[in-house]
């Protein structure tokens, strides 16, 4: 507050100070005969210039004539401009008179002398409000951009928690499913799934805070998950990877790579007697990363979770990366495939 009331009075002083210098100066250039009342008169109308916008201004905040409020209350500013006008420029045709700040030859009457200086200086006053409520829009304006992006990022933010709240329990509920199918069948490998499996939601809850992981981290937990899956399926579930290693580095959201496998597993493989195959495929191609998770099976979203765990996806990565990333999926040869394009970024070392 007390910075943007230095600035005030400087443009204040500077702006009047500007008028007085360039009053001077035309008068040099056009007229050579300067008289002894030039000066005086200019300083009368600097200080009276000074005192009477300052008078408006204060009335403008108190009636509340700022910005936007303005356009509700136009009549109220043409009123209250119209008495700041008329004593203007009465108190400068009165100091004149006092101080015979005039040309004794072409002396006029008082009254005369205000109409002369209503027509000639009320345009100063008119130009200050034009400049006053030109710099306030602007900053009404840059005001808003900056809320509305503070607004953004905090719905951004707000969405992200959302979607990663649901995903978390989503992941948990359809591991625990597959660790209570081995506690009878094979009780010393759900003991090691249990360790497995602790080793999933601790990465999980690290994940939590942040928007992006790099590959390698989600790869592990997706290769931990799927170790779960096999002993449930045995023999039915085939895994396959085909991972550029160049692109372990590369940044991607957390449990979004879980997600495409769980759905994979739950609507592909599970629902087929003879099992099927799970494919995970990670690949710089056409200057983006590409992320592609292919199952066997047919495509069926009836199912809400699924439904979810898709546009949970598309959500997020045009949350975080805008048009620049994309998901798609897409059924060839009883083969699905759910294939995620992101911007390649630039990996510190």
Not at 4 to 21: H, N, S, T
Not at 185 to 193: C, I
Not at 215 to 239: C, G, M, P, S, T
Request: charged residues 20%.
């Amino acid at each position: 507050m007390r910075k943007k009331a230095v600035l005030y009075w400087w443009c204040q002083l500077g702006g009047w100070l500007l008028y007085g210098l360039t009053m001077v100066f035309f008068a040099f250039i056009f007229d050579s005969k300067i008289n002894s009342v030039f000066y005086p008169k200019i300083l009368v109308i600097i200080i009276s210039g000074l005192i009477f916008t300052h008078i408006l201004r204060e009335f403008i905040k108190v009636l509340g004539l700022r910005p936007p409020m303005v356009s509700q209350k136009w009549w109220l500013l043409t009123v209250v401009l119209i008495i700041i006008l008329v004593a203007f420029n009465l108190t400068n045709s009165a100091i004149a008179e006092w101080l015979h700040l005039y040309n004794p030859k072409t002396k006029v009457t008082v009254d005369k002398r205000f109409l002369i200086n209503l027509v000639s200086d009320s345009p100063l006053i008119l130009v200050w409000v034009s400049v006053y409520y030109i710099w306030h829009y602007i900053e009404l304006g840059t005001q808003t951009e900056v809320q509305k992006v503070k607004l953004e990022s905090l719905v951004k933010e707000l969405e992200l928690k959302t979607i990663k709240s649901h995903i978390n329990p989503h992941f948990i509920f359809n591991a625990l499913n597959s660790i209570r199918a081995l506690v009878d069948e094979n009780p010393e490998r759900a003991r090691t799934a249990i360790t497995e499996l602790s080793n999933i939601l601790r990465s999980s809850m690290q994940s939590e805070k942040l928007e992006t992981v790099p590959l390698e981290r989600e790869l592990n937990i997706v290769k931990d998950y799927l170790a779960l899956e096999h002993i449930r399926f045995e023999d039915r579930l085939q895994i396959e990877y085909d991972i550029d290693e160049d692109t372990l580095d590369q940044p991607v959201p957390p449990m979004m790579l879980q997600i495409l496998v769980e759905n994979a597993i739950k609507h592909g493989i599970s629902k087929h007697k003879m099992g099927g195959l799970v494919k995970v495929i990670s690949d710089y191609r056409d200057n983006h990363h590409e992320l592609i998770v292919q199952n066997s099976g047919t495509i069926c979203l009836q199912d809400d979770g699924a439904g979810f765990g898709l546009s949970s996806t598309r959500n997020r990565l045009k949350l975080l990366f805008g048009k620049d990333a994309g998901f798609s999926i897409s059924e060839n040869a009883e083969m699905v495939e759910a294939k995620i394009i992101m911007p390649i970024q630039q990996v510190r070392i």
